[in-house]
């Protein structure tokens, strides 16, 4: 193995602890992590700043332990059925990181399809619960390929509502609407702004505000000093690299 790779932070390390640092201060709720890297980042979480935070086996049981990628659980604390899993998401009590194959500055969201829906050019997962998950619990994104064809001036078809969509429909879609953040492949984003409108958070060591600006179909937000991302403790490396993620599937997404 490389110095490089036993001794140096790689990109996907850094976007694993920007994805955990969602779930900050998230209490006891349940996390629902889509994608390896989330589910790295929920994981690590868990382990070290929100031990209170809830994990699934992917499928219906609440685990006790974190295993590593592709585990089992050797601890189960509880059953949760679909019918369970939805009435959570209803009330609030679970922050989603979702996938987007489209995503606007405002944050609404795109899984269903690209180009016109009468006669689409792409048919993709369909709307599935974007619009329960982002009207009812906190719905951050995951986008492990940054481009002006993910980041779009504006959605084929909204899955996810943004903040503009959510504002127009009313109180009754506000209440409960929060898009904390948006990871990706080359810096951290939310909507921090007097117009809800997406803004550069952070850039992953490495990355400049030129190449973000480029990999983005619409204006974005940047304020005059960008920080980087946190980089992971040793500790938290510690836990990617040994014990959640020892066969580096997070490399696979992100590479290096």
């Known amino acids: 193995m490389s110095s490089r790779s036993t001794n140096e932070t790689t990109r996907a390390e850094y976007c694993v602890v920007a994805c955990a640092e969602a779930w900050r201060h998230a209490g006891e709720v349940l996390a629902t992590p889509t994608g390896t890297v989330p589910t790295i980042g929920a994981r690590l979480a868990k382990l070290t700043f929100a031990p209170d935070l809830l994990l699934t086996d992917g499928e219906a049981l609440l685990i006790g332990d974190v295993p ?14 679909y019918r369970q899993h939805l009435a959570l998401a209803a009330t609030g009590r679970r922050h989603v990181m979702m996938g987007a194959s489209q995503i606007d500055r405002h944050g609404n969201q795109n899984i269903s399809c690209i180009g016109d829906w009468a006669r689409p050019t792409r048919q993709l997962l ?34 996810g509502v943004g903040y503009d969509r959510a504002a127009a429909a009313g109180p009754s879609a506000t209440r409960f609407h929060h898009v904390p953040e948006v990871v990706s492949n080359l810096g951290v984003f939310d909507f921090a702004t007097p117009d809800h409108s997406m803004r550069l958070r952070s850039l992953h060591p490495g990355v400049t505000v030129e190449q973000v600006l480029e990999a983005t179909g619409f204006a974005l937000t940047v304020p005059d000093d960008v920080p980087y991302t946190r980089a992971p403790t040793t500790g938290e490396l510690r836990l990617i690299r040994e014990v959640i993620d020892p066969e580096r599937a997070r490399d696979r997404e992100v590479p290096a």
């Open 126 to 159: 369909g709307v599935r619960g974007a619009p329960l998950n982002t009207l009812n619990n906190p719905t951050s994104y995951w986008v492990p390929k940054h481009s002006p064809r993910v980041f779009v001036e504006q959605v084929d078809m909204v899955c």
């Open 68 to 81: 590593a990628l592709g585990a089992r659980a050797r601890v189960v604390e509880g059953w949760l059925p």
